[in-house]
């Protein structure tokens, strides 16, 4: 097995878990955790896992097909291009606002100067 075999493995597998937990969100209401309630942040959560997943899958068929010659590098150039807009939408317009929210609080809350 080569060593883009196993990226190619890996990117399939997370694109596959990303996919299922956003069909999950939007099919059971709720995000794991529960942390989240407002219904228009849960269906975010869901479409931004699910476009996620597609930025994922997308890059694993375009690894697969061009290791299996399925297709050409062409193809699989067009394949990056459009899992990169997907990527850019999922981050852009679906991403959840309070997890980097609570991160920069908790940037806000260290003291300057003070070393971990």
């Known amino acids: 097995m080569e060593l883009m075999d196993g990226v190619t493995i890996v990117l399939a597998a ?30 975010k959560f869901g479409v931004f896992y699910i476009l996620v997943s597609g930025f994922l899958l997308l890059q694993a068929v375009g690894n697969a097909g061009v290791q299996f010659d399925l297709f050409s590098w062409g193809v699989q ?28 609080r908790g940037a806000e809350q260290t003291t300057p100067g003070h070393r971990d």
Request: hydrophobic share 50%.
């Open 14 to 43: 997370m694109g596959l878990g990303e996919l299922f937990l956003g069909l999950y969100v939007l099919a059971a209401g709720r995000v794991p955790g529960g942390r989240v309630k407002d219904p228009e942040q849960i269906r």
């Open 77 to 104: 150039a067009v394949l990056v291009l459009l899992s990169f807009v997907l990527g850019v939408i999922a981050l852009t317009r679906y991403r959840p606002r309070f997890v980097l929210t609570k991160w920069r």
